[in-house]
């Protein structure tokens, strides 16, 4: 099997990570991934839900109905405008779980319908007393409330009227912007915002490379899914594993490391057993620790609370009869995200000698 090219798959992820994708608006991670997967697979659409998809003939295809689809979500927790006030500050809620203190005060980028714009996300000035008390509140020594979304707001540094030019209104999406998504190296790991659900996107077309260069098929059809709006409810996966063939959807994400689950990011690909949506299928888990042990690699079993995938939909609405799940060991998930530089290609590996099996 042919070996990873360090510098193409870190530039393709970084590239990822600087490329927008809130939940519903996932366009420009699409192009990006339709261009690097084109080449490898033998037929490519996006379905009605915005799901991209890639399909590889197997070799037992003249099976009627046999087919395993993998699953990795393009994207990203965000935030979305809940009113815009009258001197052009805007007032937002979250888009998917997470919280102003994820991903810290500082600039966000503003998509509007017409045009983009760099805004800053600020809770306001610290030095400031009771009198200010939606700011005194969230102070450690004063009011000891978790900063939340009430305490927040975006300086736009527009009118009103501008930016309704720009087409920016209730529900316009809100991203982290580019400038804090910069991958960071160090030592034997990466890190960044957004490895969720990047680097296993970087895997998963890492996965259909790796197959074209092995000039192997898998031994059922496969459906390579870079999914929509994973991040409020699976929803593009669910629709996926409701209109493709097969009777498994295998999800690949981060995973948390965490003491709870006995996990940590220096070890091998976690094998989710459970999460809060669903048990997965013991013998899909059991194969795919089998796989990762004959590699080497000391998967980590894992039970998890807390944690969703669109395979854990998928099976729990009725859409999959078998569901799988494995991870990426990531430190610090929903926040700046660590991961082992060896974790995308381990992923990789796996799921090529999963679906050649």
């Not at 009777?247 to 989710?272: D, K």
């Not at 991870?327 to 050649?356: K, N, Y």
Request: glycine share 10%; charged share 25%; aromatic share 6%.
């Amino acid at each position: 099997m042919g070996q990873r090219d360090d510098d193409a798959t870190d530039k393709l992820l970084q590239e990822l990570l600087w490329t927008y994708g809130p939940c519903g608006q996932e366009d420009e991670v699409r192009a990006v991934c339709a261009r690097e997967l084109r080449p490898f697979v033998d037929d490519m659409w996006t379905d009605d839900a915005g799901n991209l998809v890639g399909h590889i003939r197997g070799s037992n295809s003249a099976r009627e109905g046999s087919g395993t689809r993998v699953m990795a979500h393009m994207d990203e927790l965000s935030m979305l405008v809940k009113r815009v006030e009258s001197d052009g500050t805007l007032h937002l809620t979250q888009l998917g779980v997470m919280y102003p203190g994820n991903f810290g005060l500082g600039p966000v980028v503003v998509l509007g319908d017409h045009d983009v714009l760099t805004a800053v996300l600020t809770l306001g000035s610290e030095h400031t007393t009771k009198e200010s008390q939606r700011i005194w509140e969230t102070k450690p020594d004063q009011g000891d409330r978790a900063l939340d979304w009430q305490h927040v707001y975006v300086f736009t540094g527009h009118t009103h009227d501008e930016l309704v030019a720009a087409g920016v209104h209730p529900g316009t999406r809100v991203c982290v912007h580019r400038s804090k998504r910069t991958l960071v190296e160090f030592g034997d790991y990466v890190g960044s915002y957004f490895l969720d659900d990047r680097a296993a996107v970087t895997a998963l077309l890492n996965v259909a490379r790796l197959l074209r260069e092995s000039d192997q098929r898998p031994a059922e059809d496969l459906y390579l899914v870079f999914t929509t709006n994973e991040e409020v409810g699976g929803i593009g996966g669910s629709y996926a594993s409701a209109t493709l063939p097969g009777t498994l959807t295998l999800a690949l994400e981060v995973g948390p490391t965490e003491e709870e689950y006995a996990t940590t990011v220096s070890g091998g690909p976690i094998v989710g057993y459970s999460d809060a949506q669903c048990v997965y299928d013991k013998a899909v888990a059991d194969r795919l620790m089998k796989v990762a042990r004959e590699r080497g690699l000391d998967p980590q079993a894992a039970v998890l609370g807390a944690f969703e995938s669109d395979a854990s939909h998928s099976k729990t609405a009725g859409l999959t009869p078998r569901a799988g799940l494995l991870c990426l060991p990531t430190l610090s998930t929903h926040g700046f995200e660590v991961i082992a530089r060896h974790a995308i290609d381990d992923m990789a590996a796996v799921i090529v000698d999963f679906v050649r099996e």
